[in-house]
């Protein structure tokens, strides 16, 4: 694809994300320009900039492993350049061309601040610099927040946050998808039609995470082991293996404004919370923007906070105005702006899962008097309960999608209220309690809200995944779920499946308590769910009643 192709898409993809006519389309594009790093190793870094007074204006400065090609320089590096940036666009160690060797995550900090200390001494610098980018280009600003020079005004992380991966990794829900996905992604990213590879390989990557023992499956995925995702299975996110990259504790230390933005089915969400109410609770200056997007999703929101917040704090002017937390609703498909995450006025109100099938405010002791007889269903690993749309990092199947299918396996349960008498608003953080006994000690538990239209179409809106040690014993299991924004309209039903998987996105739970890379057979077991007086099963959700 030549300039004049690459300049015409990116025409297309900017009107498509609805912003603003650009300054001017006249860039010039300085390729591979050596920054050195204080071991001597050089990074390569590309510069666009408007031909004409590119040097007075403020940097955009994105650090990416990805390389520095069509797929970051159409649709995010040249509409900052033609509206008031100067991009310095750089491949981090040990790809694209950037000496050294790539180890994931390891070198963000060093490199990062070695970078910033390299672009303020450069005859075009402007005199300020914005950090901006998603996930990986994120997740490098977090690396080196607490160091930031003076020069550095201000910071855009978009669905990321400052531990990336290691909420996938919890010895109590290992999401495995996410970091095989990208394992392979990146292991095979310099070759030739690594991008259609990278499109059409999710049925051959689903078909490698079966692979036993799990720890061959990327032999099956690429035809060798590959160090990280060796890593991802033997490192638990708690292991002092992964300390160095970890850079959560550098959040609060944050001097610039931090505007982050995020989707109610992005990968990141929860780190991303997090880090957005440490800066709050350190009093310092940030916006949170989530709307109803997926990790791979492009939405034009994203690019104008980039413009509009990133060249306020660059030029030293008035922030445009907003309360600091900004959520698009779904169900209602509108924004809202809040004070503060989690938002006040939505009090937590527990509903009760019951018997046929029944969800209801009021708990089963209330309303039914004496046990009713719990509801089993048989998991088998083998055939493991699949993921169906949700949080996935995959460029189809991922987001909001109906559930009939997922919903008609006998391994799946469902919870469902009476039609709504009146809109009912949920925003915040939800969880669920649910009582739950195994034939076997070792076990998954799966919660999923859903919305059911009047058509009786049912749509995943958050989920969670908590695995249990001990699950042969009657015990109550608490499940965080993504946190959300949506209204349930009136005529609407609320809805709870309870299962044991949603593979690949979750690991398979064998059922044997083999550590997961080494776990060579698969053992179906016969899962309980109770909800009597005694063992109340409910999903608590942070709710506001909306007078239709």
């Not at 000496?99 to 672009?119: I, K, Q, S, V």
């Not at 699950?471 to 946190?483: H, Q």
């Amino acid at each position: 694809m030549n300039l004049g192709d690459l300049h015409l898409m990116s025409q297309l993809i900017q009107r498509q994300l609805g912003l603003d006519p650009p300054l001017t389309r006249d860039l010039i594009v300085e390729r591979e320009l050596p920054v050195p790093m204080p071991d001597g190793t050089v990074l390569l870094a590309d510069r666009w900039a408007p031909r004409t007074g590119g040097d007075s204006l403020p940097v955009a400065l994105m650090r990416c492993p990805y390389g520095r090609g069509a797929m970051y320089s159409v649709g995010m590096v040249r509409p900052l350049a033609e509206r008031g940036f100067q991009v310095i666009l750089q491949s981090a160690r040990g790809t694209f061309g950037s000496g050294g060797t790539f180890e994931p995550m390891r070198n963000e900090r060093e490199d990062g601040l070695a970078t910033l200390d390299w672009l303020v001494k450069q005859p075009w610098f402007g005199g300020s610099i914005v950090l901006v980018g998603p996930s990986y280009l994120g997740y490098v600003q977090w690396a080196m927040a607490d160091r930031l020079p003076p020069e550095v005004k201000a910071m855009i992380p978009q669905v990321t946050e400052s531990a990336l991966t290691l909420d996938f990794l919890r010895p109590d829900a290992f999401a495995l998808e996410t970091p095989f996905g990208w394992g392979v992604m990146v292991d095979g990213q310099e070759r030739r039609g690594a991008m259609l590879r990278l499109i059409t390989g999710v049925k051959k990557n689903e078909q490698a995470m079966r692979t036993l023992p799990l720890g061959q499956a990327d032999v099956a995925a690429v035809g060798h082991h590959t160090k990280y995702i060796q890593d991802i299975l033997a490192h638990d996110a708690d292991d002092p293996y992964w300390a160095s990259i970890n850079h959560r504790d550098r959040v609060a230390e944050v001097t610039v404004p931090v505007s982050s933005i995020g989707g109610w089915y992005d990968i990141f969400l929860p780190g991303q919370l997090r880090d957005f109410m440490t800066l709050q609770e350190a009093g310092r200056t940030a916006r949170l923007t989530i709307g109803p997007w997926t990790h791979l999703s492009m939405d034009g929101a994203m690019m104008r906070e980039a413009i509009e917040f990133g060249l306020a704090c660059a030029r030293g002017e008035e922030l445009p105005p907003r309360k600091p937390v900004r959520l698009y609703v779904m169900g209602e498909n509108a924004w809202h702006e809040f004070e503060s995450w989690p938002p006040p006025g939505y009090p937590p109100r527990p509903f009760y899962l019951g018997a046929d099938g029944a969800l209801a405010a009021e708990p089963p002791g209330d309303s039914a008097p004496g046990d009713s007889a719990p509801d089993a269903y048989r998991y088998d690993p083998a055939d493991p309960t699949p993921a169906v749309g949700g949080v996935r990092m995959v460029f189809r199947g991922a987001g909001r999608v109906e559930n009939a299918k997922l919903e008609a396996r006998p391994d799946v349960l469902t919870y469902t209220t009476a039609p709504l008498d009146s809109d009912v608003e949920v925003v915040g953080e939800v969880s669920a309690a649910i009582w739950f006994q195994s034939s076997l000690p070792h076990a998954d538990v799966f919660v999923r809200l859903c919305d059911v239209d009047p058509h009786g179409k049912s749509w995943n809106i958050c989920d969670g995944l908590t695995s249990v040690s001990g699950a042969d014993e009657l015990a109550r299991v608490t499940v965080r779920l993504w946190p959300t924004a949506y209204r349930f309209k009136r005529g609407h039903r609320i809805r709870v499946q309870v299962a044991s998987g949603a593979f690949p996105r979750y690991a398979r739970n064998p059922g044997t308590g083999e550590p997961r890379a080494a776990a060579t057979r698969l053992l179906p077991a016969t899962q309980s769910v109770y909800h009597d007086g005694e063992h109340p099963s409910s999903i608590t959700l942070p709710v506001r009643a909306v007078q239709a």
